[in-house]
């Protein structure tokens, strides 16, 4: 056996004209001669008989298995010894640039694979596999016949599952529904063919759904072990022996086959490429010559095993695992219709354009120091709500400073009325204040005031555009939740709201504005419950791990709540979370809604370690954004480390990484199970379409925090 690497992609030229002229009992002509195989009609003719009578015995892959026994034990001691005795399909270089290619590229995933660790042996669990793996290779193969070839039009292939007693090809929903489950062996992308069962010339990939793949690999390497390779061996080799007695000799590469591996968790891709005519056909001996064909004159390539599934069954489409089975089918494809439209080269050299255009639509511009040495975020929106703001225009005045300190008494006018708040500490951090306070008609009550920067300033710096989020902003989106009839304990709620009642005399013009003193016009939130910051928390030592499970169920609540309302926080970070120290419970708080979206025109906050990876890459949010960004809150405030960004593509990278290595849920799961079945799902779901299933993480969540007094945890206040 030639142990090298060999171009994926060799072409050659159709000899159906050939086969025809062949079948006739002529000669193929000088032309057909040059582009195709060479073959007499004698020759070909009894070949082909040969053929199908070797198909016909070769039926048992466990004895060809162990005719290749020797070389088996060959390729696991120099596996042993760190060798490299096969090749792999593709270099790492290949899939970061089909990786590149497939952006924006959508797969979809109907079935999910149930996983072997929490699923029962039963029959409903396998059919269940065997669905999922007929739907990735339709999702795989749907598309990137989309992407590459010809968006738009049908797709010319369909995928069936093989039984192995009589080796025809039944959908697996049909051969589950008439007791054909048992059988099952194999799934297989087809050409679209009239023939009822498909025939096995048709194939263009086979994928074996065996247990445990990954845990069986073989050394470091993790290369599948040698009995699923042995079968993947013998599958391949079918395929080849049938496409060269095939009547359809409509591959242009009909001597490559590829064959994937799969289990609950892990695949690999083996491929297969050799010239069958060199295959002694001894029927009476067909496993001996199988074996020597494959030891003598084959090339085998076999990939690492990696992930394709997460836990909770869901395929994760950018993992190394998943891009090998999608490049491989991507080479079957083009084995059937040529070369793309579009090529690999083509899209993914479109890489930095696209990101170029990300970075335009979410509004980053240069990050230059400003008046004060401070460097600061641009924002050049068409927005309403934002005004655009040059760097160069920037000039930060100095400014009367309201003096607010504990003691102090601030009167809120709010239609019409006046009310009275006393200051009782002073909050937040250097970049903006907000106050706990008292109403001075409940004093026992404590409540968040904050107070915003004064209306007048055309252009108003960026630490008071956080205020305009605080105060403004915030004003308006509690206002929604108001009249939306939303109620719950992990939301806050709006208690009063208006413009500040200065000291002195008011001279503002009777047409409306404000007067001229410094404070006039300036607007007060007051909301309520108080509660410390989970920020707070961790730097005093007080979140746990029971305290994140708590944490993880009330802003999901708070999360499911709004998002019923048709309204998306934007902007969880550990300063957004407060624990309520009032009650039993203590229940945490989400809070900070001032940049949440209400229409498609807003846009979130742009915080590059506790943002979403959709919002940092399409500067909107998906259904499943405030939970990613609540696994990163999690995640940091159980210890995990992260680094420090300075750029959004550096904040994506990470994300990237931690996401395709299981840091992130290695992490969480340290802490709880249900932790970090809670992150593989929301990696499952992130940038996807689909909505958030909240009740169902709400019920584990409840079922595994310890309650005391055996209280209910009410999930919607």
């Given at each position: 056996?030639r142990?090298?690497?060999?171009?994926?992609?060799?072409?050659?030229?159709?000899?159906?004209?050939?086969?025809?002229s062949?079948?006739?009992g002529?000669?193929?002509?000088?032309e057909s001669l040059?582009?195709?195989?060479?073959?007499?009609?004698v020759?070909?003719?009894?070949?082909?008989?040969s053929c199908?009578?070797f198909?016909r015995k070769?039926?048992?892959?466990?004895?060809?298995t162990?005719?290749?026994?020797?070389?088996?034990l060959?390729i696991?001691e120099?596996?042993?010894?760190?060798k490299?005795?096969?090749?792999?399909?593709?270099?790492?270089?290949?899939?970061?640039?089909?990786?590149?290619?497939?952006?924006g590229?959508?797969?979809?995933?109907?079935i999910?694979?149930?996983n072997?660790?929490y699923?029962?042996t039963?029959?409903a669990?396998?059919a269940?596999?065997?669905?999922?793996?007929?739907d990735?290779?339709?999702?795989s193969a749907?598309?990137?016949?989309?992407?590459?070839?010809?968006?738009?039009e049908?797709?010319?292939?369909s995928?069936?599952?093989?039984?192995?007693?009589?080796?025809?090809?039944y959908p697996?929903?049909?051969?589950?529904?008439?007791?054909?489950?048992?059988?099952?062996?194999?799934?297989?992308?087809?050409?679209?063919?009239?023939?009822?069962?498909g025939?096995?010339d048709?194939?263009?990939e086979l994928a074996l759904?065996?247990?445990n793949i990954?845990g069986?690999s073989?050394?470091?390497n993790?290369?599948?072990s040698?009995?699923?390779?042995g079968?993947?061996?013998?599958?391949?080799l079918?395929i080849?022996?049938?496409?060269?007695i095939s009547r359809?000799?409509?591959?242009?590469?009909y001597?490559?086959?590829?064959?994937?591996?799969?289990?609950?968790?892990?695949?690999?891709?083996v491929?297969v490429?050799?010239?069958?005519?060199?295959?002694?056909?001894d029927?009476?001996?067909?496993?001996?010559?199988?074996?020597?064909?494959?030891?003598?004159?084959?090339?085998?390539?076999?990939?690492?095993i990696?992930?394709?599934?997460?836990?909770?069954?869901?395929?994760?489409?950018?993992?190394?695992?998943?891009?090998?089975?999608l490049?491989?089918t991507?080479?079957?494809?083009?084995?059937?219709?040529?070369?793309?439209k579009?090529?690999?080269?083509?899209?993914?050299?479109?890489?930095?354009?696209?990101?170029?255009?990300?970075?335009?639509e979410?509004?980053f511009?240069?990050?230059?120091?400003?008046?004060?040495?401070?460097?600061?975020?641009?924002q050049?929106?068409?927005?309403?709500?934002?005004?655009?703001?040059?760097?160069?225009?920037?000039?930060?005045?100095?400014k009367e400073?309201?003096?607010l300190?504990?003691?102090?008494?601030?009167?809120?006018?709010?239609s019409?009325?006046?009310?009275?708040?006393?200051i009782n500490?002073?909050?937040g951090?250097?970049?903006?204040?907000?106050?706990s306070?008292?109403?001075m008609e409940?004093l026992?009550k404590p409540?968040?005031?904050?107070?915003?920067?004064h209306p007048?300033?055309?252009?108003?710096?960026?630490?008071?555009m956080?205020?305009?989020?605080?105060?403004?902003?915030q004003?308006?989106?509690?206002t929604?939740?108001?009249?939306?009839g939303?109620?719950?304990?992990y939301?806050?709620?709006?208690?009063?709201?208006g413009?500040?009642i200065?000291?002195?005399?008011?001279?503002?013009?009777?047409?409306?504005g404000?007067?001229?003193h410094?404070?006039?016009g300036?607007?007060?939130?007051?909301?309520?419950?108080?509660?410390?910051s989970?920020?707070?928390?961790?730097?005093?030592?007080?979140?746990?791990p029971?305290?994140a499970?708590?944490c993880?169920?009330?802003?999901l609540?708070?999360?499911s709540?709004?998002?019923a309302?048709?309204?998306?926080?934007g902007?969880i970070?550990?300063?957004?979370?407060?624990?309520?120290s009032?009650?039993?419970r203590?229940?945490?708080?989400?809070?900070g809604?001032?940049?949440?979206?209400?229409?498609?025109?807003?846009?979130?906050a742009?915080?590059?370690?506790?943002?979403?990876t959709y919002a940092?890459?399409?500067?909107?949010?998906?259904?499943?954004s405030?939970a990613?960004s609540?696994?990163?809150?999690l995640?940091?405030?159980?210890?995990?480390?992260m680094p420090?960004?300075?750029s959004v593509?550096?904040a994506?990278?990470?994300?990237?990484?931690?996401?395709?290595?299981?840091?992130?849920?290695q992490?969480?799961?340290?802490?709880?199970?249900?932790?970090?079945a809670?992150?593989?799902?929301?990696?499952?779901?992130?940038?996807?379409?689909?909505?958030?299933d909240?009740?169902?993480?709400?019920?584990?969540?409840?079922?595994?925090?310890n309650?005391d007094?055996?209280?209910?945890?009410d999930?919607?206040?």
């Amino acid at each position: 056996m030639r142990l090298c690497f060999f171009p994926m992609m060799q072409h050659f030229s159709r000899i159906q004209k050939i086969n025809k002229s062949i079948r006739a009992g002529g000669s193929p002509d000088r032309e057909s001669l040059a582009s195709g195989t060479k073959r007499s009609s004698v020759s070909s003719g009894g070949r082909s008989r040969s053929c199908k009578d070797f198909l016909r015995k070769f039926l048992d892959s466990g004895i060809l298995t162990e005719k290749l026994e020797d070389w088996f034990l060959e390729i696991s001691e120099d596996a042993a010894c760190k060798k490299t005795v096969l090749d792999i399909p593709f270099e790492l270089t290949e899939l970061q640039k089909f990786d590149y290619a497939l952006e924006g590229v959508s797969f979809q995933q109907l079935i999910r694979m149930p996983n072997a660790i929490y699923a029962s042996t039963s029959d409903a669990a396998e059919a269940a596999a065997y669905l999922a793996v007929e739907d990735f290779l339709h999702a795989s193969a749907k598309g990137l016949w989309d992407a590459f070839w010809s968006h738009g039009e049908p797709m010319p292939f369909s995928v069936a599952c093989l039984h192995g007693s009589n080796l025809k090809f039944y959908p697996a929903e049909k051969a589950i529904a008439s007791g054909k489950l048992g059988g099952l062996c194999a799934t297989a992308l087809m050409m679209n063919a009239r023939h009822s069962h498909g025939k096995w010339d048709h194939i263009l990939e086979l994928a074996l759904l065996r247990p445990n793949i990954g845990g069986l690999s073989v050394g470091s390497n993790q290369q599948p072990s040698l009995p699923v390779l042995g079968e993947a061996l013998f599958f391949a080799l079918r395929i080849l022996l049938s496409r060269s007695i095939s009547r359809y000799s409509v591959l242009q590469n009909y001597n490559t086959v590829f064959i994937l591996l799969v289990d609950s968790q892990y695949g690999g891709v083996v491929k297969v490429e050799g010239d069958v005519n060199k295959l002694d056909l001894d029927v009476s001996n067909v496993y001996k010559c199988a074996a020597e064909w494959i030891q003598k004159h084959s090339h085998v390539a076999v990939s690492p095993i990696d992930r394709i599934w997460n836990k909770l069954g869901n395929a994760n489409w950018g993992d190394i695992g998943a891009l090998q089975s999608l490049l491989a089918t991507f080479h079957c494809i083009a084995q059937f219709s040529g070369m793309p439209k579009h090529s690999i080269d083509d899209l993914a050299s479109d890489h930095s354009s696209r990101l170029q255009t990300r970075r335009t639509e979410r509004q980053f511009g240069d990050a230059r120091v400003n008046g004060n040495g401070v460097f600061r975020f641009q924002q050049r929106s068409a927005s309403p709500e934002i005004v655009e703001v040059q760097d160069e225009a920037v000039k930060v005045k100095a400014k009367e400073v309201m003096k607010l300190e504990a003691g102090s008494v601030l009167w809120l006018e709010d239609s019409n009325w006046q009310k009275g708040f006393q200051i009782n500490e002073v909050l937040g951090d250097e970049e903006f204040s907000f106050y706990s306070a008292t109403s001075m008609e409940e004093l026992g009550k404590p409540l968040f005031l904050y107070v915003g920067s004064h209306p007048s300033q055309l252009e108003p710096a960026w630490e008071d555009m956080n205020l305009w989020y605080q105060v403004q902003r915030q004003t308006k989106i509690l206002t929604v939740m108001k009249q939306r009839g939303l109620s719950s304990k992990y939301l806050p709620q709006l208690v009063a709201s208006g413009r500040i009642i200065h000291p002195g005399q008011c001279l503002r013009p009777s047409s409306g504005g404000n007067c001229d003193h410094p404070w006039c016009g300036t607007p007060i939130l007051v909301t309520s419950p108080v509660g410390k910051s989970v920020a707070n928390m961790i730097r005093d030592g007080q979140f746990g791990p029971d305290e994140a499970l708590r944490c993880c169920h009330d802003c999901l609540s708070a999360l499911s709540a709004a998002a019923a309302a048709g309204i998306r926080h934007g902007d969880i970070c550990p300063e957004n979370v407060i624990r309520v120290s009032s009650g039993v419970r203590h229940p945490y708080v989400l809070i900070g809604w001032g940049h949440a979206v209400l229409e498609e025109r807003d846009r979130p906050a742009m915080n590059l370690l506790f943002s979403s990876t959709y919002a940092l890459q399409e500067g909107k949010l998906c259904s499943a954004s405030d939970a990613e960004s609540l696994v990163y809150l999690l995640y940091f405030s159980l210890g995990g480390v992260m680094p420090e960004l300075d750029s959004v593509e550096g904040a994506l990278q990470w994300r990237e990484n931690s996401w395709s290595r299981r840091l992130i849920q290695q992490k969480l799961g340290d802490i709880s199970a249900v932790l970090k079945a809670f992150a593989d799902y929301v990696d499952s779901l992130c940038g996807t379409p689909y909505p958030m299933d909240f009740e169902i993480w709400l019920r584990r969540l409840k079922r595994n925090i310890n309650e005391d007094h055996g209280k209910e945890i009410d999930t919607m206040g």
